[in-house]
């Protein structure tokens, strides 16, 4: 799909799918065009060029309805009473007043939140706040979930909180899409990726794959003998063990063999699979 903004190309020839079930990062320098894409697959903004799918058809109100979405730019009422704002929220999702008071205090539960229901969220902290938006997304069990920067504000034990809520929805077949700069989340979490830049898909596919496509052909290897003594050009790795850079002609297997056919002693011996943080740097230069 293609989105123009007046004189600015938002979104150049795009073309991806979710697949039901699994968790889909969305990821992208700031200003790469991820939220326009999101809106424009919930109907909130047009393609100029392209078809959008939601649920297999055009997006719909019901297919909306079977969709929760967690903006980057948060929006809460903040003289509500806790409680009373996810109750409300779960209402215009269709759930009748008990349900949605009921899905309410399930997720105060859920959350670590319950004791502070009647308080009102101007007097909840960052991390509390984004708790209960996060809560009023998940609280009528989307089929579809699409989160922007979910972990912004959390401590490290919200953010495991956070995590473990996403991957209990894939495991229970809900779709999640996560659009997130925490490359370590990307990795622990998602099955498959999209990277955006300026606009244009630069990256798309299994994350396995893409991190083993923009690898080195390097080993780390820890042994208690003398690489450099029998000839192997070695670096010190801040691990422990050595780094070699093998010929692009070897693979990390046919090296290993050939370390142990020549009687080498090895400990432990890993080939170096690059993080996504390396290869987003790589691929956006920062976002220049």
Known sequence: MTKRFGQHTALEGVSLEVVEGEVFGLLG????????????????????????????????????????YLP??????????????????GRLKGLKRVAARAAADHWLERIGMGHVAEQRIESLSKGMTQ????????????????LDEPFSGLDPINVALVTDLIEERRRSGRTTVLSTHMMHQVEALCDRVALIHRG?????G???EI????SPNDVI????????????????H?????????????????????????????ERYEPVVARMDEIFVDLVGGGR
């Open 206 to 208: 299994r994350l396995d």
């Open 211 to 214: 991190r083993r496509r923009y």
């Open 29 to 68: 320098p700031n200003g790469a065009g991820k939220t326009t894409l999101i809106r424009i697959g919930l109907d909130i903004l047009r393609a100029d060029e392209g078809e959008v799918a939601l649920f297999g058809a055009a997006p719909s109100p019901e297919a909306l309805d079977r969709t929760a």
């Open 200 to 204: 244009t898909l630069v990256v798309y």
């Open 131 to 146: 708790k209960v938006q996060i809560a009023a997304c998940l609280m009528t069990e989307p089929e579809l979930c699409i």
């Open 221 to 236: 290897i820890w042994t208690g003998e003398d690489l450099a003594a029998l000839g192997v050009q070695a670096t010190p």
């Open 238 to 266: 801040k691990a422990g063990g050595w780094r070699v850079e093998l010929p692009p002609s070897a693979t990390p297997a046919g090296y290993l063999h050939e370390l142990v056919r020549n009687g080498v002693s090895i």
């Open 72 to 89: 980057e730019e948060r929006g809460v009422y903040r003289h509500a009473k806790v409680r009373s704002l996810l109750t409300y929220l």
